[in-house]
């Protein structure tokens, strides 16, 4: 039983993404049944809502912010297919025998992670805008048997990067402005246009910068809405198999009638197909693919027009990064006090 409850545990951390948030859930459930004994850990009440202060406050300290995923995604971390309580308990026992064996092996599988992930943003840390290869920043997470899991952030990162450097060099403008035949609605509705669209009868045409936005941490099941613009389109980033199920997700999970999808090369006619036969191919605006990426990439950093964007582009690709991936530079006293071998 302890050595089902091992490979359990081993398939949560290897499905986590650098963050490790689930696998730290069950370091400081395991914490609090060994040095507390306020739990019992066959009964999944005792912890199933409190772990997740736990795990959070820990979390403040390692990465300076909390999970945000679904409250349904974080309780699937107790289901038959990851570590119910009948296998947790098992390595309570073991924690309890080993002196804390089990949350010391849990962490230093996340300083494992973020040593890799360390090693592999280095690269874009100090990459020139003449030597920056985006292609090979994306293998570095390829490459990685322990990063495989962020590279869905990693990518959403370099399109916003991108998306949001071009909107801002090209002065892209956006304008939202009255026919001159409703101006009757616009009389009754008056305080409406001007307290949600910034209209009037004195001042008719509302004109703004365009923007792209990140929508933040997109959940498990890599479906839903990744980034916005502030002119129409969604954008949806997909670097993983698609299939009829997720197609439909991908789509019915996003309002917008403009979808822009980015994907990697060999993905795009498969996703047009799963499309088509669903019958939502007319809500694509465009399928953007990772080859497309990399060649706006190359003219940005590059190109004729790189002095004017490709430090722009490289400072906000660094500066989402730093934001999405915190530097763990030291164990904080919190953890270190526990004796653990780091």
């Known amino acids: ?60 300290h390692l990465l300076g912010r909390v999970c945000t995923s679904s409250a349904k995604f974080q309780d699937n971390l107790f ?34 992670k973020y040593n890799q992930l360390s090693e592999a943003l280095t690269y874009c840390s100090n990459a020139t805008k003449e030597r920056f290869d985006v292609k090979v920043f ?18 959403e990162i370099i399109v916003y990067a991108l998306f949001s450097t ?3 060099v090209l002065k892209l403008k956006i304008e939202v402005s009255i026919n001159t035949k409703d101006v009757g609605i616009l009389s009754e509705f008056e305080d409406f246009a001007q307290m949600i669209m910034n209209i009037d009868f004195q001042n008719p045409t ?23 613009s ?14 009829v199920s997720l197609a439909e997700n991908i789509v019915a999970g996003v309002s917008s009638d403009r979808i822009i999808i980015v994907c990697k090369d060999a993905e795009k006619n498969v996703i047009l197909s799963l499309l088509t036969q669903i019958g939502w191919k007319s809500r694509i605006q465009s399928i ?24 722009l582009l490289l400072n906000c690709l660094r500066n989402e990064i730093s934001k999405e991936f915190p530097s763990v ?8 006090k526990r004796g653990y071998n780091l």
């Not at 119910?84 to 849990?106: A, F, M, S, V």
């Not at 502030?230 to 299939?243: E, R, S, V, Y």
Request: net charge neutral.
């Open 1 to 60: 039983m302890l050595e089902e409850a091992r490979k359990a545990l081993d398939l949560v951390i290897n499905k986590s993404r650098v963050h490790l948030y689930k696998p730290i859930q069950i370091a400081e459930i395991l914490y609090h049944d060994r040095v507390f004994h306020d739990i019992n850990l066959l009964k999944l009440e005792d912890y199933r809502t409190k772990s997740k202060k736990w795990r959070d406050d820990i979390c403040i």
């Open 79 to 112: 289901e038959a297919n990851a570590l119910p309580p009948h296998l947790l308990n098992e390595l309570g026992k073991e924690n309890r025998r080993t002196k804390g064996g089990i949350e010391e092996y849990i962490y230093r599988n996340f300083l494992h």
């Open 138 to 155: 994306i293998n570095s997470f390829w490459d990685e048997p322990g990063l495989k899991r962020s590279l869905d952030k990693i990518y």
């Open 166 to 168: 071009l909107v801002q």
């Open 206 to 228: 509302y004109i703004s910068d365009a923007r792209v936005y990140r929508v933040g941490v997109t959940n498990a099941a890599d479906r839903g809405l990744d980034m916005y």
């Open 230 to 243: 502030n002119w129409g389109p969604a954008i949806q980033i997909k670097h993983l198999t698609l299939d």
């Open 288 to 311: 953007v693919t990772e080859n497309n990426l990399v060649d706006w990439y190359k003219k940005a950093l590059t190109g004729t027009y790189s002095n004017q964007m490709g430090d």
């Open 329 to 336: 530079e030291s164990i904080p006293e919190v953890i270190s």
